[in-house]
């Protein structure tokens, strides 16, 4: 359990959740509570804050720590893992500044904050934190600008979360985001130039966003945005209509008068697909399920890959998804999305030609195998691919096991096609 959830009601931290990415609530990370819940608090989609209570300050308000709060929590919290948890303490590797939107915070505390914590961290731990991470939307950033994020950039902030969801003005409009699509790509253009000065973004979109009507222009803005600003990590998430959200009154409208539809998890695979196509630069991206993000899983998880050959990866990844969407049975969450999908007489997405395709795919495999002994993060990713690849095609794998001796050396891999 993430330390902010352990601790969650004293040493400074706040009563409600503190919502972080699932990357920052691993064991190396020290999460710090600058703000608690989301100051804009007015996407449709969203119940983050809405529905959650806290003593301090309400039902779906929004809290700002004076920098003299910060420090008192972010000391608190250091001697208290000082005494107690030394074996947590040591593990520390980065920190998360939290919560909903904690980019929401003038410039100048911000940038103070961090450089506290920064300097904190070290005393206590020995070492400088890797990196600092924080959630930004998009108004934030922009305030902040082409002056104030250097200044937070200088104060050790390394990564901004960008809940971007959509690059459509309509779907933007839809989802309440607060902001259109000529902000979205200023914010983009900001992000792309401060990544070369050492500002990294990792950008969350929704899939299935704005529904059927929007499906082709959710795709094309998004990537156009997603082109811009050239983020490091790009993580798909699961639309989780909420019921009696905004969302999902509009939605229920657009249906009723026929103009609209949600999408079924087979069109949302589909759609992540077909952006994963689109990208036209290296990042990694992140298709995944319940274990990592809940209720706002992807229909169709695959995990984290890195692109890096745009038609080779790309292109199996998006393969991946649109045959995982039409073979796998749904997770449980997804069925009362798709009501018939049991039903032999839906069309099924046609997949691929399968033979030629899984050629190519082995042959892919066999002869990347070999890099493996060079290259770590290759290694990973085709024990991935291969785990996958095992899954759509038995036969093929068995010539894989047969004609590679890494590859019967892992059990994993071996005891599926035993089993
Ligand atoms: S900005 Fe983020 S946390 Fe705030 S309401 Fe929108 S999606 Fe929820």
């Given at each position: 359990m993430a330390i902010c959830d352990r601790l969650r009601g004293s040493?400074?931290?706040?009563s409600r959740q503190m919502s972080a990415p699932p990357s920052e609530k691993r064991r190396n990370v020290l999460q710090l509570a600058l703000?608690?819940?989301?100051?804009?608090?007015?996407?449709?989609?969203?119940?983050l804050y809405k529905a959650k209570e806290t003593p301090?300050?309400?039902?779906?308000s929004f809290g700002i720590k004076t920098f003299e709060e910060f420090v008192f929590h972010a000391k608190r919290v250091l001697n208290y893992l000082e005494k107690h948890e030394p074996d947590t303490l040591s593990a520390l590797e980065r920190i998360f500044i939290g919560?909903?939107?904690?980019?929401?915070?003038?410039t100048k505390t911000l940038q103070r904050s961090s450089q506290f914590a920064r300097k904190a961290f070290y005393d206590a731990t020995g070492n400088f934190p890797r990196r600092i991470s924080i959630y930004g939307n998009t108004n934030d950033i922009l305030m902040h600008g082409r002056d104030g994020l250097p200044a937070l950039l200088q104060g050790g902030i390394n990564l901004v979360f960008w809940?971007?969801?959509?690059?459509?003005k309509e779907v933007l409009k839809i989802a309440g985001k607060g902001y259109d699509d000529i902000k979205a790509e200023d914010t983009a253009v900001l992000l792309n130039k401060m990544r070369l000065n050492g500002l990294e973004s990792s950008l969350m979109v929704i899939p299935?966003?704005?529904?059927?009507?929007?499906y082709d222009k959710h795709i094309l803005d998004t990537v156009r945005i997603l082109r811009i600003a050239r983020p490091r990590w790009i993580t798909f998430i699961g639309l989780h209509i909420i019921k009696g959200s905004p969302y999902e009154r509009w939605i229920i409208k657009e249906e009723r008068e026929n103009r609209n539809r949600r999408l079924t998890p087979r069109e949302i695979a589909e759609q992540t697909a077909e952006m994963i196509e689109k990208i036209d630069f290296k990042t990694t991206v992140g298709v995944h399920g319940e274990d990592v993000?809940?209720?706002?899983?992807?229909?169709?998880p695959i995990g984290s890959y890195f692109l890096g050959h745009r038609t080779t990866t790309n292109e199996r990844l998006s393969f991946l998804l649109r045959r995982e969407a039409s073979a796998r049975p749904l997770p449980q969450a997804f069925e009362h999305l798709e009501?018939?999908?049991?039903?032999?007489?839906?069309?099924?997405?046609k997949p691929p030609d399968d033979s030629v395709f899984l050629t190519d795919l082995g042959i892919y495999s066999l002869t990347h195998i070999h890099d493996y002994r060079i290259n770590n993060n290759t290694r990973r990713q085709l024990n991935k691919d291969l785990f996958l690849l095992s899954l759509l095609d038995t036969e093929l794998f068995e010539i894989l096991i047969r004609e590679n001796s890494y590859i019967s050396e892992k059990p994993y891999l071996s005891n599926f096609l035993l089993s």
């Open positions: 040493y400074g931290y706040y703000t608690d819940g989301c100051s804009y608090n007015r996407c449709t989609f969203c119940s301090q300050f309400g039902s779906g919560g909903g939107n904690a980019l929401t915070v003038d809940g971007l969801e959509s690059g459509n299935g966003l704005g529904g059927e009507r929007y993000h809940g209720d706002l899983s992807n229909p169709v009501p018939n999908f049991n039903d032999t007489s839906t069309p099924a997405i």
